[in-house]
């Protein structure tokens, strides 16, 4: 018996993991509350299809505060001040057979309707 998490069985365990980076995507004008909430729904939708296809092993999203630790003499700064299109937002891990499945999988994050990215990078460790 296999006790994976999100249904997923023996022959996923070929797969390999992925994180999906997740930068920028804001709004370039304030959202109403409707449109955050359309806009939070399709997040929830896309992410819990894959963890009901047992793509999605974990992720959560980040707070726009922070430090930044810089150089030799490790500086430290308040807040990863970028701008906002580079901003990392969040994470995901992903199992996929391929970089090619796991940039198709990607294809429908809603971090794209304002303008965001997903970078896509295989995990060193290997297979999930």
């Known amino acids: 018996m296999d006790d994976r998490p999100?249904?997923?069985?023996?022959?996923?365990?070929?797969?390999?993991?992925y994180m999906y980076i997740f930068r920028g995507g804001v709004a370039t004008e304030?959202?109403?509350?409707?449109?955050?909430?359309?806009?939070?729904?399709?997040w929830y939708a896309w992410a819990d299809?894959?963890?009901r296809?047992?793509?999605r092993l974990g992720g959560e999203p980040l707070q726009n505060t922070g430090a930044t630790i810089?150089?030799?003499?490790?500086?430290?700064s308040d807040g990863?001040?970028?701008?906002?299109?580079?901003?990392?937002a969040g994470f995901m891990l992903i199992?996929?057979?391929?970089?090619?499945?796991?940039t198709?999988?990607?294809?429908?994050?809603?971090?794209?309707?304002?303008?965001?990215?997903?970078?896509?990078?295989?995990l060193l460790e290997g297979r999930a």
């Open 53 to 55: 296809s047992g793509r």
């Open 49 to 51: 299809g894959l963890g």
């Open 30 to 42: 304030p959202l109403s509350p409707t449109e955050m909430q359309a806009h939070m729904t399709k």
């Open 104 to 122: 198709q999988l990607a294809q429908g994050c809603p971090v794209f309707e304002y303008g965001g990215s997903v970078e896509i990078r295989p």
């Open 70 to 76: 810089r150089g030799r003499e490790r500086v430290v």
């Open 6 to 17: 999100n249904g997923t069985d023996k022959r996923d365990r070929n797969m390999l993991k």
């Open 80 to 88: 990863p001040y970028v701008e906002s299109k580079d901003l990392v």
């Open 95 to 102: 199992a996929a057979e391929s970089l090619e499945e796991a």
